[in-house]
């Protein structure tokens, strides 16, 4: 155990594993009848407060404790189900969790990738860039293997497929924000690729390779950004694009297509707002 806080007569424990001290556990423990509830699976926190009987609020580095991967920062608040005598219904599951969405100043730098625990690391896992193009609210991004070999062709597909690794930087003088994707090409892939009927196999259109996304601009301007263009940097892919004033926060929402073989992420922008901000 790593540390016990009393609350009107329960308990919140927090605990972990001493060969993993930055990640821990929370469980909520009901002093009257020693009910017993883990609140959470194993996680790295920054914070977490008790916000009434049975109910805490959590904020996560988002570094994952299971895979070397950091994503987004978590902020969610879980609440035991029933009382100090047990669950509601025996069906019901003992706990309820409710997320909050991550919103980021873009001014801030921002790494979401592969990471070895005391920073980004390299990955081995190679993509082509399938699609991209702004959206009224941001910019949407997809993925397929990268063509140019076996080996790359094959690193896209260990475990689960995933976007690749990102990091965005901001000029506040001239508001560019950029955003690089790492191990990443606009074109891989020749014409007659073998990679093609394993392609078809797993249910790609046929015949992808070669594939090829143009670089410069990505079209017109919207609510958010301005100036978008898009280019190869030696192994990666750059997005540059001018905010607006109106892009305030933004969060970064992932998924993907076609069986786990098109990952894929959105880069979503919002305006300030009071409701959520506060009042100057």
């Known amino acids: 155990m790593r540390k016990l806080t009393p609350y009107e007569g329960d308990f919140l424990v927090e605990y972990g594993y001493a060969s993993d001290p930055d ?3 929370l469980d909520w423990v009901f002093g009257a009848t020693g009910r017993r509830v883990q609140l959470t699976a194993m996680d790295q926190f920054e914070a977490y407060e008790i916000i009434a009987a049975g109910q805490v609020r959590c904020t996560t ?13 978590e902020t969610y608040t879980v609440r035991v189900l029933g009382d100090q ?5 025996s069906n019901w599951t003992e706990t309820e969790t409710t997320h909050e969405t991550a919103w980021l100043d873009p001014a801030e730098p921002l790494y979401l990738g592969y990471w070895d625990g005391d920073g980004p690391a ?3 896992r190679w993509e082509q860039l399938y699609d991209a193009r702004i959206d009224a609210d941001g910019l949407s991004f997809s993925f397929i293997p990268n063509g140019d070999s076996l080996e790359r062709f094959q690193s896209f597909f260990p475990a689960a497929t995933t976007t690749p690794s990102l990091e965005t930087s901001y000029d506040p003088d001239t508001r560019r924000f950029t ?13 007659g690729s073998a990679l093609n009927g394993d392609l078809a196999a797993m249910g790609y259109p046929e015949n992808l390779y070669p594939c090829s996304f143009p670089a410069g601009s990505l079209g017109r301007d919207s609510h958010f950004l301005t100036d978008v263009t898009i280019q190869e940097e030696g192994e990666d ?7 607006t004033e109106r892009a305030y926060r933004f969060t970064v929402e992932t998924s993907n297509l076609g069986y786990d073989n098109i990952p894929s992420f959105r ?14």
């Open 267 to 280: 880069i979503i922008f919002r305006e300030q707002n009071p409701d959520m901000d506060g009042r100057d």
């Open 85 to 89: 005598d047990g669950v509601i219904d």
């Open 237 to 243: 892919v750059v997005v540059s694009a001018v905010l």
């Open 179 to 191: 955003l690089r994707l790492y191990n990443t090409s606009l074109e891989s892939g020749t014409t």
């Open 23 to 25: 990640t821990s556990m």
């Open 61 to 73: 580095t988002g570094q994952s404790a299971v895979v070397p991967w950091k994503g987004l920062p």
């Open 122 to 124: 390299a990955s081995d």
